[in-house]
């Protein structure tokens, strides 16, 4: 009760309110807009967060982290595009609803199922924070380096089908983090003799330079595209009851994200993924979905909501971040000296609860600003996507050379934003790059300390949480290898039976056959519509 | 006709190969002057030494985008991929008024470059609407007033402040 009432007077200042406010309707804005989504919007906040107090600058990037989910599901279903990657699955049932003329039941829906998913991941996390206080000492160097390194692993093995290109980028991402002058021996690293290299390659410029300005990019040398928006009418409570007829998909969808969003690397994805399967094989309506089912819509929401505060476990309990927007408040920590691990829930548990109980109130603000301007919120998806890219080039400015007032920190920006657009053409990943130099930061300084204390090699995981972890990173390659082969095998066999299918003649032959059937029709046609005169 | 391997394929095909040879390329050349860019110190542990790291991020880059290269359905540089490249030059023309703006801020002032900045390049994308010009010059304003008057973030005022008598000058540098 003391802790509660000690976290409470964290978040009873003006300036922690007002945060609140700003990161809760700022989200929901750059959630709304196709096209920017929190990364963007994060990187170019970082540096002016912090000139703020730690628990008012994270509120800030936690309420745009949190609340951008709720408002990506309005362009979703309102015109099948998502405002944030993590929406594409609304589209998926959103739309459709849209099309037969429910967008009001669908955003509702959506709405309640984000609100429920958001505020059962936070509670479930109160109540783990005491565990996770207890569990949290017990990782050392060791276990830390090991968590780092499981971190990687799922980082690369997630990104299905490229595994190679994300774990070649993990690996630019670690080597990028060694450019400069090494910790221990003072050793210049990759420097080519530059003086501007010696400082090292800073992660906020990468972050804006790969987020940022490569999104910039992308609008900029894209075509405008015309955008139709569907008439609201009536209210939007509807979904709250809809909600309560399935608390079954809603409970396990959320559960999915709490789980998910723990582990690094796996995030809002796979938790989507794994409930609206989930969803989709318990439905006594399986054939609905795709096609406007509320319970498909329940399980994408719920699952992408119930994410972000679970997604702050690894980062508070071990400073581990699970992905690109939890690497990049990382940073905002360590700017103000706190420093996230085992140490932060032994001395800090009120400015964690408070952390949580922001996010808390957070959804519900969010959940009442939805409610009340989702009319006027509709409009802002026609913002014409080059003019998003001036805007989002000018704001990057202020990102980068706020940080050191360095035209040179802008130009390796620019290097990094003209390489991130390359990747997003070619649809390869990006957040490999920032793991990579996060977590192999982290790597490199717990193994030295790890390494001083092992005499030999199995010493290393002597330790019940080391083991633990050594298992799981087997177990993870393990079953990755096994899925590559059995991916391998069916390649062959699709290979083959594509070398014995029947050949062009067949084709041809089938074509012909459609050819002659149209023909038939059209002459019936034109003798009924005769018979008919 | 498309192959099983090309078709599951993630992503477009234009571009990949070339991103493959680049990518791998520079791996190497980074790689190769590892001797002369890290440091081996004698009696020191491997995971401690300076070139340990370095060398894992190089190694996996060459290891695993060598693998990229070889696992790639295509073998050949077709047109696409000459349009795709052309495609990722067009992007230097925006890292230049980017950079440009970077360089003119110091100079000019972060108010009277944004003001300038916004518009210009949104009527180099087409925009000539009054509209959209009158909302661009807003946008510039609410911008330099938010981070600069709001937030306090640090930019330097512009060197022709200079030129503004005392009091205008103070208030220009700090606000602006």
């Given amino acids: 009760m003391e802790l509660l009432a000690e976290s409470l007077s964290i978040l009873a200042r003006w300036d922690v309110v007002l945060a609140l406010l700003v990161g809760s309707v700022g989200g929901v804005l750059i959630g709304a807009i196709p096209g920017v989504g929190p990364a963007v919007a994060i990187a170019i906040l970082l540096p002016a967060t912090f000139s703020m107090d730690p628990i008012v600058g994270l509120t800030v990037l936690l309420g745009i982290y949190g609340s951008s989910m709720y408002g990506g599901a309005i362009p979703a279903i309102l015109i099948n595009t998502p405002g944030t990657a993590v929406n594409a699955l609304t589209t998926y049932d959103g739309y459709p609803m849209t099309a037969r003329g429910e967008p009001r039941r669908a955003l509702s829906l959506a709405y309640s199922a984000s609100f429920f998913g958001g505020v059962f991941s936070v509670i479930c996390l109160i109540l783990f924070a005491p565990v996770l206080a207890r569990i949290a000492p017990l990782f050392g160097s060791r276990e830390i380096f090991l968590a780092a390194l499981l971190g990687i692993v799922l980082v690369v093995v997630a990104h299905r089908g490229q595994t190679l290109i994300a774990g070649a980028l993990a690996g630019l991402g670690i080597f990028i983090q060694t450019i400069g002058l090494e910790p221990v021996k003072y050793s210049q690293r990759y420097t080519f003799e530059q003086p501007f290299l010696s400082g090292g390659i800073d992660l906020i410029v990468v972050v804006l330079g790969l987020f940022a300005l490569s999104q910039a990019f992308i609008l900029l040398t894209s075509v405008d595209e015309t955008v139709r928006t569907t008439r609201l009418r009536g209210g939007l409570f509807q979904g709250l009851r809809e909600l309560a007829r399935h608390p079954r998909v809603a409970g396990v969808s959320a559960s999915f994200g709490v789980v998910m969003g723990m582990i690094p690397g796996v995030g809002e994805f796979t938790a989507q993924f794994m409930s609206y399967t989930y969803a989709q094989r318990s439905s006594k309506r399986p054939e609905d979905f795709g096609h406007g089912s509320s319970e498909g819509l329940i399980a994408a929401e719920t699952a992408n909501n119930a994410v972000p505060a679970a997604a702050m476990v690894p980062l508070l309990a071990l400073g581990i971040p699970g992905e690109a927007l939890t690497a990049m408040m990382l940073s905002v920590f360590y700017v103000h000296n706190v420093v996230p691990g085992p140490g932060l829930f032994q001395n800090d548990m009120d400015f964690i609860v408070a952390l949580y109980l922001a996010l808390l109130i957070l959804n519900v603000l969010v959940l009442a600003f939805l409610l009340i301007a989702t009319r006027p919120l509709v409009q802002v998806v026609k913002i014409p996507n080059r003019f998003l890219g001036v805007c989002i080039l000018t704001l990057s400015f202020v990102g980068v050379y706020s940080l050191r007032n360095s035209a040179t920190d802008c130009l390796i920006a620019a290097g990094f934003g003209i390489f991130g657009y390359v990747l997003k053409r070619l649809s390869l990943p990006i957040v490999p790059i920032i793991l990579g130099m996060v977590l192999g930061g982290i790597m490199e300084v717990k193994l030295r300390a790890g390494m001083a204390r092992v005499r030999e090699p199995f010493d290393f995981i002597d330790r019940p949480v080391a083991f633990i972890l050594f298992c799981l990173i087997l177990l993870v390659l393990g079953l990755h290898a096994r899925r590559v082969w059995s991916e391998a095998r069916d390649l062959k066999g699709a290979e083959e039976q594509l070398r014995h299918r029947p050949g062009r003649f067949g084709g041809l032959m089938a074509r012909r056959m459609g050819a002659l059937e149209k023909a038939r029709l059209k002459t019936v046609r034109a003798r009924h519509a005769r018979r008919a005169k | ?176």
């Fill in chain 2, 1 to 176: 006709m498309t192959t099983e391997r090309e078709r599951r394929f993630v992503g477009p095909r234009r571009g990949q190969l070339l991103f493959a040879l680049g990518f791998l390329l520079i791996s190497v050349i980074l790689l190769a002057q590892i001797g002369e860019q890290t440091r081996w110190v004698n009696g020191t542990q491997l995971a401690a030494q300076p070139r340990f790291w370095p060398a894992v991020g190089l190694i996996m880059m060459v290891v695993m985008g060598g693998l990229h290269l070889w696992r790639l359905p295509w073998r050949r540089v077709s047109r696409d991929d000459r349009a795709e490249t052309w495609r990722w030059a067009q992007a230097l023309e925006f890292a230049g008024w980017f950079m440009a703006y970077v360089l003119l801020v110091p100079i000019l002032g972060y108010l009277p470059m944004t003001l300038i900045f916004v518009p210009a390049l949104a009527w180099r994308m087409g925009y000539r609407s009054r509209a959209i010009l009158a909302i661009s010059l807003a946008f510039a304003f609410a911008v330099v007033v938010l981070f600069k008057s709001v937030l306090s973030v640090r930019i330097p005022g512009g060197l022709v402040y200079d030129y503004l008598p005392g009091a205008v000058r103070s208030f220009f540098i700090l606000n602006f």
